[in-house]
């Protein structure tokens, strides 16, 4: 999926708004959702620095071989047809492998790796519907990425650390279609970078979501997500996967 099919299918989300007419009333209350989940990624790229990159392939279950923390959840708060999603996405890889015998007396490397990705956005519901409901946003994605490799021992001190930062603004919005009472698919997406941080910076993600009890649902579905960073260091990859989550309704 290439920058023109993201933009063209924000266009339709809006475009469809103008057909719609009437809305469900508005409570004037503070509205607050929190949304922990776990994300099953794979991840297939190319990665480097120093105008020296490699290609990375790897299964979710490459990835939880070498999981050691994260946190991954999302927060919502909507007061009338304002509303502002919060996304956070923390995790620590590492890995330590055994060395063959070398002239500088090292045994085995251990690398370490850390992500984090914190995207806030401010939208509008445009239409609040029982049969739909549409909603455009705006806002950015702040991207972390920390590599740390160790030799052991390290007679000569070959150890090496460095880290990543950017800042990508972004639009996006999101389509929910209740099926019932207790059950909906939502659908979103969203877009950015330009050159500010990445070069290019989109997700899109589909999920379904049953309500089992009034304050309570669980969910289920497959989120992408590409970026394209050309920087002191170089990540141009997908990132993309199953998730799992519980939302819970504080008001």
């Known amino acids: 999926m290439n920058r023109h099919a993201i933009t063209v299918f924000l266009l339709m989300a809006a475009t469809s708004t103008c057909r719609a007419q009437g809305s469900t009333a508005t409570d004037g209350q503070w509205h607050i959702s929190v949304s922990p989940y776990l994300w099953l990624i794979g991840l ?3 990665a480097g620095a120093d105008q020296r990159t490699v290609s990375v392939h790897a299964s ?9 923390f994260g946190l991954m959840g999302t927060t919502l708060i909507r007061r009338n047809r304002f509303v502002a999603p919060i996304d956070v996405i923390w995790a620590r890889l590492a890995d330590d492998k055994a ?3 070398t002239a500088l007396g090292t045994t085995s490397a251990d690398f370490k790796a850390s992500l984090f990705v914190l995207t806030p956005a401010i939208g509008y519901r445009i239409i609040d519907q029982q049969k739909i409901k ?7 994605r702040y991207w972390h990425f920390g590599q740390t490799l160790e030799f052991n021992p390290s007679r000569l001190g070959l150890s090496f650390n460095g880290s990543q930062n950017w800042v990508d603004p972004l639009v996006g919005g999101r389509i929910e279609l209740p099926l019932s009472p207790r059950l909906a698919v ?3 997406g969203d877009v950015g970078g330009w050159g500010a941080g990445s070069q290019l910076d989109y997700q899109i993600a589909g999920i379904l979501s049953y309500k089992w009890k009034p304050k309570w649902a669980l969910q289920a579905g497959w989120r992408y997500l590409d970026v394209d960073y050309r920087g002191t260091a170089v ?17």
């Not at 979710?60 to 050691?68: Q, T, V």
């Not at 549409?134 to 950015?140: L, P, Q, S, Y």
């Not at 990540?235 to 008001?251: I, N, P, R």
């Open 235 to 251: 990540y141009d990859a997908a990132m993309s996967g199953v998730l799992f989550g519980v939302t819970y309704s504080m008001k």
């Open 44 to 46: 297939h790229g190319i």
């Open 134 to 140: 549409v909603e455009a946003f705006t806002g950015f």
């Open 60 to 68: 979710p279950a490459d990835l939880l071989s070498n999981f050691r």
């Open 186 to 188: 939502s659908i979103f």
């Open 99 to 101: 060395l063959p015998p």
